[in-house]
């Protein structure tokens, strides 16, 4: 009953957007990121110093918030209002360790892939890190919100990035493929995925209507706020 639901609510979600996947999110030089202080928060919102704000379905991991916490917010203003909008808002409640030097100067920023050349993964277009550097379990995609640790280089404005991680990532059990455009397409009503950066199973090509375990990280595409980067059919043979 559960997956007759599901493809009864995928027929008509394909139905009413006809729009396609956008693999290639373009730059947005409104969008930075910023370190601040919870300083209200009510039931479904909340503001950051007091005049950045967000909706508590924007904090990465489902982690309930508190006035007080240290979080590192994604912003954009808003052109109307001038307003400040948080996209993402991750708490930063690791402390430096303070018997490492190298973690003395360390800083946290978000950012996103711009794009990608061979083995180096660019946040813009002059900043760039080796794929090496990267710890998530995949090969990051254009789009990608990622995590970034850095130092300052004395005397310069350059950076040094010491670590590259995710930004967030949630598991989906019996999710629905709702949407296929050639080899993009669309998990429920909200997640991306590209078959040029998806691991499944050998042998299994996603089709229209599957039903699927799925993984997904945080990332900004045309429409959609998260990419699959890992999709298991739940029954591969039927």
């Given at each position: 009953m559960l997956n007759l639901l599901r493809r009864i609510f995928a027929f008509f979600q394909r139905n009413?957007?006809?729009?396609?996947?956008?693999?290639q999110p373009q730059g947005n030089p409104k969008v930075h990121s910023l370190q601040g202080v919870v300083t209200n928060l009510f039931t479904n919102y909340g503001w950051i110093n007091k005049s950045i704000f967000f909706h508590t379905d924007v904090?990465?991991?489902?982690?309930?918030?508190?006035?007080?916490?240290?979080?590192?917010?994604?912003v954009e203003e808003d052109e109307t209002t001038q307003v400040l909008n948080a996209l993402k808002v991750k708490i930063m409640n690791n402390p430096v360790d303070s018997k490492d030097p190298s973690n003395l100067s360390k800083r946290f920023c978000i950012k996103?892939?711009?794009h990608i050349m061979q083995d180096k993964i660019y946040i813009n277009k002059d900043i760039s890190f080796p794929i090496h550097l990267f710890s998530g379990a995949f090969r990051p995609f254009n789009g990608d919100l990622v995590l970034v640790g850095?130092?300052?280089i004395p005397g310069t404005s350059d950076i040094n990035i010491q670590s590259v991680s995710p930004l967030s990532s949630q598991n989906m059990q019996r999710a629905c493929?709702?949407?296929?455009?050639?080899?993009?397409?669309?998990?429920?009503?909200?997640?991306?995925?590209?078959?040029?950066?998806?691991?499944?199973?050998?042998?299994?090509?996603?089709?229209?209507?599957?039903?699927?375990?799925?993984?997904?990280?945080d990332s900004i595409q045309l429409h959609y706020s998260w990419r699959v980067v890992s999709m298991i059919p739940v029954d591969m043979f039927y």
């Open positions: 009413n957007n006809s729009e396609a996947p956008e693999e904090v990465c991991d489902n982690v309930p918030l508190k006035i007080g916490v240290n979080v590192i917010a994604l996103y892939v711009t850095y130092s300052m493929i709702t949407r296929l455009d050639g080899r993009t397409g669309v998990v429920e009503p909200c997640m991306f995925f590209s078959l040029d950066s998806l691991h499944t199973l050998p042998g299994y090509t996603p089709a229209l209507y599957d039903i699927v375990n799925v993984i997904a990280v």
